[in-house]
């Protein structure tokens, strides 16, 4: 990721708009990570189509496929490290272990924060 989205120490989250998101697999391959990125964004760009033309069924069919997309990178679904730790997706880092990390943060590197 890059400065202005900080990776937590672990590599597992990146912190953007003072929330955590999850980094994709890092075990995946740079082929495989670079199709799952292909079809999700095919899927973003549907979802943008379907909402223009005010097509539910297709709206539901495109989510369905940005959800898979994201299940696949490990972005979404089961945790994709194996050490038992919880998910902290959409948390903020002061309610996570990764709260002294954020705070060592400055705000002038991080924007979003």
């Known amino acids: 990721?890059?400065?202005a989205y900080p990776d937590t120490p672990d590599?597992?989250?990146?912190?953007a708009k003072g929330r955590l998101w999850r980094r994709s697999d890092?075990?995946?391959?740079?082929?495989?990570r670079a199709a799952h990125v292909k079809i999700l964004?095919?899927?973003?760009?549907?979802?943008?189509?379907?909402?223009a033309a005010g097509d539910e069924d297709a709206l539901k069919r495109a989510r369905s496929a940005v959800d898979a997309a994201?299940?696949?990178l490990g972005e979404r679904g089961p945790v994709w490290w194996e050490d038992g730790a919880?998910?902290?997706t959409r948390h903020a880092p002061a309610s996570t272990p990764?709260?002294?990390?954020a705070e060592g943060l400055t705000i002038a590197?991080?924007?979003?924060r």
């Open 1 to 3: 990721m890059s400065a």
């Open 11 to 15: 590599g597992r989250y990146f912190l």
């Open 26 to 32: 890092p075990r995946l391959s740079d082929k495989a």
């Open 41 to 51: 964004m095919n899927a973003r760009r549907a979802v943008k189509a379907a909402k």
């Open 70 to 72: 994201k299940c696949a």
């Open 86 to 88: 919880p998910d902290y």
């Open 98 to 101: 990764y709260a002294a990390w």
């Open 109 to 112: 590197s991080d924007p979003n």
